[in-house]
Nanobody, 120 residues
Framework: QVQLVESGGGLVQPGGSLRLSCAAS????????AAWYRQAPGKQRELVAA???????TYADSVKGRFTISRDNARDTVYLQMNSLKPEDTAVYYC??????????????WGQGTQVTVSS
């Protein structure tokens, strides 16, 4: 079993920034591909950003130019840098990733989510 853990959420004013992190509980997890999703109250879960094993990134139109998904050099942590935040960015953000721990491969593992609230 692999549990991903998101961190970095919180309350921020419009126009502010937050950096979300995603890593496996207990460490020792090498991430290949990953994605960030979000879900606001009353809305379906939305793909926000994704990164392939080769480093290619994609973004939802609503966050292009404002959000950046990345991995660290060790590939053990995925980040979502969120700039110029808007109230409509308010949601629970979830990390999803494929990766390896030890000699085993894991696919589509999720974190518990972290709340991002953008409000004055």
């Amino acid at each position: 079993q692999v549990q991903l853990v998101e961190s970095g959420g919180g309350l921020v004013q419009p126009g502010g920034s937050l950096r979300l992190s995603c890593a496996a509980s207990g460490g020792r997890f090498s991430i290949s591909a990953a994605a960030w999703y979000r879900q606001a109250p009353g809305k379906q879960r939305e793909l926000v950003a994704a990164i392939t094993s080769g480093g290619t990134t994609t973004y939802a139109d609503s966050v292009k130019g404002r959000f950046t998904i990345s991995r660290d050099n060790a590939r053990d942590t995925v980040y979502l840098q969120m700039n110029s935040l808007k109230p409509e960015d308010t949601a629970v953000y979830y990390c999803n990733a494929d990766g390896t721990r030890g000699y085993r491969n894991y696919f589509n593992y999720w974190g518990q989510g972290t709340q991002v609230t953008v409000s004055s």
